[in-house]
């Protein structure tokens, strides 16, 4: 069955960076379009970074781009998420998404 497993969360500094992670199976991970997606408190759950599956084309919300940047390694089934000059207003529960298919989330928390 497909899994999703996300990584790398955790308190940090306004200005500071975070890595995500999230570790893919049950399907074919290198054929597969993947999203991160974020979801604060009493907000709705948006999309925030995708990538194709081969890599060569990237997408992201307006207020990402030019912090975060979406990676992926097929060869180890995994998703990254590298997030820099973090901001209070990054801090929610980011999850990794396959079309139809969640991780459980990660806690990302941004406060000094």
């Known amino acids: 069955q497909v899994q999703l497993v996300e990584s790398g969360g955790g308190l940090v500094q306004p200005g500071g960076s975070l890595n995500l992670s999230c570790v893919a199976s049950g399907f074919t991970f290198s054929s597969s379009t993947m999203r991160w997606y974020r979801q604060a408190p009493g907000k709705e759950r948006e999309v925030v970074a995708g990538?194709?599956?081969?890599?060569?084309?990237?997408t992201y919300a307006d207020s990402v781009k030019g912090r975060f940047t979406i990676s992926r390694d097929n060869a180890k089934n995994t998703l990254y998420l590298q997030m820099n000059g973090l901001k209070p207003e990054d801090t929610a529960v980011y999850y990794c998404s396959r079309i139809g298919y969640w991780g459980q989330g990660t806690q990302v928390t941004v406060s000094s």
């Open positions: 990538i194709s599956g081969a890599g060569g084309m990237t």
